[in-house]
């Protein structure tokens, strides 16, 4: 379907430029004191039970720290993938992160505590997290888990050699999938294969 005159088409890169500059002029980058203070806090889950999907993060970053939304930083790529697959009818900000479950969709992370990097935590604390949020899904019951970043998912569940896509094993009851991470300082994916990866994912909930 054609846009309206003088306007862009749905998830076109017009369309993204408008709804980040829309949201940047809503809400104000943090300073960089804000970023730094940042460190070591936590964020609330968005989550509710019986979900089609819970999103697991590696950790928050400073950025999410400060602001509170998950995948918060500019050119983190989630929020976009999570539209290019299919998940969300129009390119959400991360300030919307709580209408996601009306979309029957969530978020964690592995690692509750904020960090400048995810490569600043350890392995102990991958380990750890892991076991809480098996039991955090036992309680919530979501069909799906879907680990956002294959390293950190190989370490806390202690399966070295895992790769993307669905795995063997399910994780308390529910069906996991591990996706690539969204971060920009992945450049193994582009926005268009990042995109693809959700894709697979929300082909197969359909389908289930």
């Given at each position: ?18 709804v ?22 936590t ?9 089609d ?30 539209h290019?697959?299919?998940?969300t009818?129009r390119l ?6 709580d ?82 991470n969204p ?6 994916f ?8 959700f ?10």
């Amino acid at each position: 379907m054609a846009p309206p005159a003088g306007g862009s088409a749905p998830g076109s890169p017009a369309r993204r430029r408008a709804v980040a500059m829309d949201a940047a002029a809503r809400h104000p980058r943090p300073t960089r004191e804000e970023l730094a203070a940042a460190a070591q806090r936590t964020i609330p889950d968005v989550i509710a039970p019986g979900l089609d999907v819970l999103f697991v993060g590696i950790n928050p970053g400073l950025w999410s720290a400060a602001t509170g939304w998950h995948f918060a930083r500019p050119g983190n790529r989630f929020w976009p993938a999570l539209h290019r697959g299919g998940f969300t009818p129009r390119l959400l900000h991360p300030s919307e992160q709580d209408e996601l479950p009306g979309y029957g969709l969530g978020i964690s992370n592995m690692v509750a505590r904020a960090s400048a990097r995810a490569d600043e935590l350890t392995p102990a604390e991958l380990l750890e997290g892991a076991q809480i949020l098996t039991a955090k899904v036992a309680r919530y019951r979501p069909r799906w888990v879907a680990v956002v970043g294959v390293t950190a998912y190989r370490i806390g569940f202690a399966r070295p050699k895992a790769a993307f896509g669905p795995q063997p094993e399910p994780l308390a009851g529910a069906r996991l999938w591990v996706l690539p991470n969204p971060s920009g300082l992945n450049a193994h994916f582009t926005p268009e294969t990042l995109g693809a990866a959700f894709g697979e994912l929300r082909a197969a909930v359909t389908a289930d």
